[in-house]
């Protein structure tokens, strides 16, 4: 039997990824706490995280432990509200990147958010993040880029996304109908962060293509993006979803791979009430868009 505290310490531990942070949320000790998680590991038998480098992580068995722990103490609360207030309403968790938000959900966002049986939270994660979120319960459903079926997931397409290369107007490059790495020779670029996905996209794309170009910025985010490429401090190449802010135009670039944003949600999580009805919008918001 696996004991409700045991279950709240872990899934505390899995937010935080740290004793330390995760002791002082729930007011315990951290010997108290690793004690709770070290009793969950002997219960279920297998070790629930292990540690890169100075990090802790989840392992497999951790992030199941970690959704199971989340979905328990949350029908725990469904039932008490249930029982107190003759009603309960449960809370559905969406996770996904800013630019998802702004320029891929905002209709099913929209209705869900006018649902009064389902109250909505968002979480802004880059797909990494995403994908954590949703593998150890933080999220009920993710959406992100995807090109392969991670295990454990239900995984629905919604929309095929390309890439466009983004200037102001009067750049030379804007009367072009469709422009290719070679013209980006010599040019300054916003881009994101090394490591991010797109940035390591771009990267590779580039040196493939023997084109030399040089960092004008590095941001995280289209809407932060697009605003330096209005100010002039270089090109951006972005997922051609983006909605354009005046003074910018954007053409379609060639030899970029697009992206199939998926959404996904753990296959062995009941597709029930809230959740069900934030996931049909989803897919009929979604589902068939091609840019």
Avoid at 81 to 93: F, I, K, Q, T, W
Avoid at 142 to 168: K, S
Avoid at 205 to 227: F, S
């Amino acid at each position: 039997m696996l004991e409700t505290s045991w279950l709240r310490a872990f899934a505390a531990f899995a937010d935080h990824k740290s004793f330390t942070h995760a002791a002082r949320a729930l007011a315990l000790s951290q010997p108290a706490l690793h004690a709770q998680v070290h009793k969950l590991a002997e219960a279920v038998g297998a070790p629930l995280y292990r540690r890169v480098g100075r990090a802790l992580v989840l392992t497999d068995e951790g992030e199941r432990v970690a959704a199971f722990a989340r979905r328990s103490l949350a029908q725990q609360a469904e039932l008490v509200e249930g029982l107190r207030a003759g009603r309960s309403r449960s809370r559905v968790v969406l996770a996904a990147g800013e630019g998802a938000y702004l320029y891929l959900l905002g209709e099913a966002v929209q209705r869900s958010v006018r649902d009064a049986r389902t109250p909505l939270e968002l979480l802004v994660r880059d797909a990494a993040g995403t994908l954590s979120a949703v593998r150890t319960g933080e999220a009920h459903i993710g959406v992100l880029p995807l090109e392969t079926r991670p295990p454990r997931l239900v995984v629905e397409p919604l929309a095929r996304v390309g890439q466009m290369l983004v200037m102001p107007e009067a750049h030379p490059l804007a009367g072009k109908e469709r422009v290719s790495l070679r013209d980006l020779e010599g040019a300054s670029l916003v881009v994101p962060p090394g490591g991010q996905s797109q940035r390591v996209m771009l990267d590779e794309a580039l040196r493939a293509a023997r084109v030399t170009w040089e960092v004008a910025v590095e941001v995280r985010g289209w809407p932060l993006t697009l605003q330096f490429a209005r100010l002039g401090a270089g090109l951006a190449i972005v997922n051609d979803f983006c909605r354009l802010p005046p003074g910018l135009v954007g053409r379609p670039m060639a030899g970029l791979p697009k992206h199939t944003y998926c959404a996904v949600r753990l296959s062995d999580a009941p597709l029930e009430g809230g959740v069900e009805r934030v996931w049909k919008r989803l897919l009929t918001g979604g589902r068939g868009q091609t840019r």
